[in-house]
């Protein structure tokens, strides 16, 4: 079983920056793929970025050019440097991984932005 702890998270004004992370325990096959996805208010699930265990990267067109995943594959850990925030980025963001031994998701954590 796989646990994700998701931390970063808080108030941001517009035009801000602020970095989530997310730490994965437990039983992780090396060859992974670990993303953010992002659930705003009356809205379904949707991608925000993710990067495999070769750190090959992939973002939703929203985000591109502000947001910057990365990962830690010795810490099992995956960031996202989110800068030139907007309203529109509020959300709760959450982490996933994706392996050979299932899917697993982390708990969220709120990203506010708003003046």
């Known amino acids: 079983q796989v646990q994700l702890v998701e931390s970063g998270g808080g108030l941001v004004q517009p035009g801000g920056s602020l970095t989530l992370s997310c730490a994965a325990s437990g039983r992780i096959f090396s060859i992974n793929v670990m993303g953010w996805y992002r659930q705003a208010p009356g809205k379904q699930r949707e991608l925000v970025a993710t990067?495999?265990?070769?750190?090959?990267?992939n973002y939703a067109d929203s985000v591109k050019g502000r947001f910057t995943i990365s990962r830690d594959n010795a810490k099992n850990t995956v960031y996202l440097q989110m800068n030139s925030l907007k309203p529109e980025d509020t959300a709760v963001y959450y982490c996933?991984?994706?392996?050979?031994?299932?899917?697993?998701w982390g708990q969220g954590t709120q990203v506010t932005v708003s003046s």
């Open positions: 996933n991984l994706d392996h050979l031994y299932g899917d697993s």
């Open positions: 990067i495999t265990s070769h750190s090959s990267t």
